[in-house]
């Protein structure tokens, strides 16, 4: 069965720092993974997703890579801002396609300003 | 409409009641999932459906869950007699595709007293 692990499950930083957020998963057998944000009392948003065949997609201030060998991606974020605050979910959709995505417990940001 | 739509926001319950949520898809998006999210936890997969087809109950916890989506667009997630182990934010999410980018509505806050 797929697990995904975020860590750190909390993270605060000062506004203009540059952030890593790590995601690993059990199985390798994936199709994507996808990161995504969600603010409080709000649905998710999808941020950036991975296909199984590629190692990284940037938008913006933010970068994923995927090692889909070793099972871990991160999730970088550049010059953080205070509206970055948020929980930052990662999701993995198995390889079998037809099975739903498997999601971490996420990262809870804070950017202090 | 130009996102997925889910209501009631929020909805409080009686133990014992039963109650309907209902999720209004992206217009054209053929997959529609599911997830259930407890406090300080990821979404975890409740069903799924392809069209009006429901191909994966798997993740519905137990007899008193039942969802539908009779024409292949709206669907509706009733949960007989709550508990208050139900009481969590129920999130609904559409794609083009299972594998594809999944689009998050902002949920139904169900609270069971």
């Known amino acids: 069965k797929q697990e995904v692990t975020q860590i750190p499950a909390a993270l605060s930083v000062p506004e203009g720092e540059n952030l890593v957020l790590n995601c690993s998963f059990t199985?390798?057998?994936?199709?994507?993974l996808q990161w995504f944000r969600q603010d409080p009392g709000k649905g998710l948003t999808s941020l950036l997703l991975?296909?199984?065949?590629?190692r990284e997609q940037t938008s913006g201030r933010l970068n994923a890579s995927l090692d889909k060998s070793s099972g871990r991606s991160t999730l970088y974020i550049a010059a953080s801002q205070p509206g970055d605050s948020a929980t930052y979910l990662c999701?993995?959709?198995?390889?079998?396609?037809?099975?739903?995505?498997?999601f971490g417990k996420g990262t809870r940001l804070s950017v202090i300003a | 409409g130009a996102g997925v739509s889910q209501s009631p926001r929020y909805k409080v319950a009686k133990r014992g009641q039963d109650v309907a949520l209902r999720c209004d898809p992206i217009?054209?998006?053929?997959?529609l999932f599911w997830y259930q999210q407890a406090l300080g936890q990821g979404p975890e997969f409740l069903t799924y459906?392809?069209?009006?087809?429901?191909?994966?109950k798997s993740g519905l916890p137990s007899d008193r869950f039942f969802a539908e989506r009779p024409e292949g667009s709206v669907s509706t997630l009733k949960i007989q007699r709550t508990q208050q182990e139900d009481s969590a934010v129920y999130l609904c999410?559409?794609?083009?595709?299972?594998?594809?980018?999944?689009?998050f509505g902002s949920g139904t806050q169900l609270s069971v007293l």
């Open positions: 991975i296909q199984s065949s590629q």
């Open positions: 999701a993995v959709a198995p390889a079998t396609g037809n099975t739903p995505l498997v």
């Open positions: 459906f392809q069209n009006e087809a429901q191909l994966d």
């Open positions: 999410a559409s794609s083009l595709g299972d594998v594809q980018k999944l689009f």
């Open positions: 217009s054209g998006h053929v997959s």
């Open positions: 199985d390798s057998a994936i199709y994507n």
